[in-house]
């Protein structure tokens, strides 16, 4: 279902964010369906500051 969870445009448009456990998900819908899983962020970090680093890896 990649119409669920929260709209986050606020961060990036088309960005949408769902929490599972203690984890929150965000993700964008694929071009060719599905979705595209951008970060997974523990719950209690700093949401907006680690949005703004740069994944390594």
């Keep these: 279902m990649p ?13 949408r964010s ?6 929150i998900i965000y993700y964008k819908k694929a071009k060719r369906g599905g979705i595209r899983i951008s970060r997974v962020l523990h719950g ?8 703004r680093e740069r994944p390594k890896g």
Excluded: S, T
């Design 3 to 15: 119409g669920a969870g929260r709209i986050r445009d606020e961060i990036e448009p088309g960005l």
């Design 18 to 23: 769902f929490c599972v456990n203690e984890y």
């Design 44 to 51: 209690r970090r700093d949401q907006a500051g680690a949005l």
